[in-house]
């Protein structure tokens, strides 16, 4: 009976999807793009389709102008990837324990509560849950799914890539598309400060990925990808990202501790120094590097900032304890924390502070993942003169970042003992490449999708304890 019913199943939905495609050209491509999900469901199984849609947002997370319909110009592609890979993994999710840092899970349940207060307080309810629900869902939410989920740390590597691939690819769109009518670019985004802070994201994760490799070709790979994303920098016209990269430049000897680094920092800030004029000649007169010296566009953009942060303190005196609610102005402080505060109050801002620190704090504690808390760091410095508060692109790179503080020392030995010369090692269980960290989840642990994905390295012995 069961081939009959397999069959019959399949003649039902084949049936269903050539109705859906006879009635239009739209349903037409929604029955093709069911039929080919149909299909790599059934070929992949929920788990490789998840891993690869989760692929697939990463890459559409920089570009957040590309949509489905303009009819729903609020959903990007990112969007419905993150929908469809989660909802491929809850199987997967299921079989694993959520391991959430306790101050992450405080601030995150504070800031949920108080938007749903604030909200109901609002003249406008609605519209105020709303938006304040667009805070939860990337602040909160998002992070807390990546935390649930807890690939393996190649997987987490993929990921990173896959988003710096999706700012190399909006760099490259931006450039056929050209500039706007101010000489700045956008990318394939919304605005020149989205694209701009797509690169600050991916320079901060390509110093994650720097570490990861000690082979000259990856390195070089990584060198290439940073340049394409400091130009993105450059020719946004963006000054808060171009600093945001600086900082974190200066910063990284410091933490690293690392003499050779801070030679060639500065070096590079001398070079750059002498050569300033000859680049804002390549650049143009609307780059990042003109702006920073001073125009026109940047004195009206630093009035804009002042006028906007000044209404902004007026809202948030109106109501410092419970806060204004969200409404269609909730984003024009241009200062994320000060937009926090006049939402949700001050205990709110509070709260948002403590999940960025929560985020940031691995990156001073051993760990392989730890360099992936220079992605909060830099987004929490450059906050101060943005607005993007709940924007998915910055919010993947964020997630992606909260599971530095799963893979702690704690779980994978920084110096792991050597193999025993005769060990009995499991079939097409490679022993750990040289140098790199390892994962302690066993062999028989990893599920076929992560043993496929992470062959050769960061795998343990098998007799290594449980993690999960």
């Known amino acids: 009976m069961k081939p009959v019913a397999t069959y019959g199943s399949g003649l039902l939905v084949l049936a269903g999807l050539l109705a859906l495609a006879s009635v239009n050209t739209i349903t037409m491509i929604l029955a093709v793009v069911l039929a080919v999900g149909l ?8 788990e490789r389709l998840g891993t690869l849609a989760m692929i697939a947002a990463m890459v559409f997370a920089p570009l957040n102008n590309v949509r489905p319909a303009e009819a729903v110009n609020f959903v990007t592609f990112s969007d419905l990837f993150f929908a469809a ?5 809850v199987p997967t999710m299921l079989m694993r324990k959520s391991r959430v840092p306790t101050g992450f899970a405080v601030a995150g349940s504070l800031i949920l509560v108080l938007t749903v207060i604030a909200s109901l307080l609002n003249e406008a309810p609605l519209m105020s849950l709303n938006y304040g629900f667009r805070l939860v869902a990337a602040v909160v939410v998002l992070p807390f799914l990546f935390l649930w989920w807890r690939p393996s740390i190649k997987l987490i ?9 999706g700012q190399v690819i909006s760099l490259v769109g931006g450039m056929v598309v050209g500039a706007n009518p101010n000489g700045r670019y956008m990318g394939l985004t919304t605005h020149t400060n989205f694209f701009a802070l797509g690169a600050l ?14 082979t000259t070709g990856m ?9 394409a994303v400091i130009a993105s920098a450059i020719l946004s016209g963006s000054r808060a990202s171009l600093l945001g990269m600086v900082m974190l430049a ?6 690293e501790r690392s003499v050779l680094s801070a030679y060639l920092v500065v070096s590079a800030a001398i070079l750059g120094l002498a050569s300033l004029n000859w680049l804002i000649s390549i650049a143009g007169e609307s780059s990042a590097l003109a702006r920073l010296k001073g125009d026109s566009t940047a004195s009206y953009s630093d009035q804009a900032r002042e006028r906007a942060f000044t209404t902004g303190v007026q809202e948030f005196l109106a109501k410092p304890l419970q806060g204004n609610g969200f409404d269609i102005t909730a984003l024009d402080a241009h200062n994320v924390y000060l937009q926090v505060a006049v939402g949700i109050g001050i205990f709110g801002a509070v709260a948002f502070v403590m999940v960025l620190w929560n985020l940031v704090v691995p990156l001073f504690r051993p760990g392989p993942l730890r360099r992936l808390g220079y992605v909060p760091l830099a987004y929490a410095a450059v906050a101060v003169i943005t607005n993007s508060l709940w924007d998915r692109f910055v919010w993947a790179g964020l997630a992606l970042a909260a599971l530095a503080a799963v893979y702690s020392d704690d779980d994978v030995p ?4 050597p193999v025993p010369a005769d060990p009995s090692p499991v079939s097409g269980d490679p022993s750990p490449v040289s140098g790199a960290p ?12 992560e043993q496929s994905f992470t062959a050769g390295k960061h795998r343990a012995p098998t007799h290594t304890p449980e993690i999960m």
């Open 39 to 46: 299909t790599m469901l059934v070929a992949l199984g929920t």
């Open 85 to 89: 890979g989660f909802g491929l993994l």
């Open 157 to 165: 590597d993929g990921l990173a890539w896959s988003f710096v691939a």
């Open 201 to 214: 994201m991916s320079f901060a994760m390509l110093i994650h990925l720097y570490s990861r490799y000690e």
């Open 219 to 227: 390195r070089l790979l990584v060198w290439a990808a940073g340049g």
């Open 250 to 255: 200066v910063l990284y000897p410091l933490v």
């Open 414 to 417: 920084a110096d792991p003992s």
């Open 438 to 449: 390892s994962s302690r989840r066993s062999a028989t642990n990893l599920t076929a999708w």
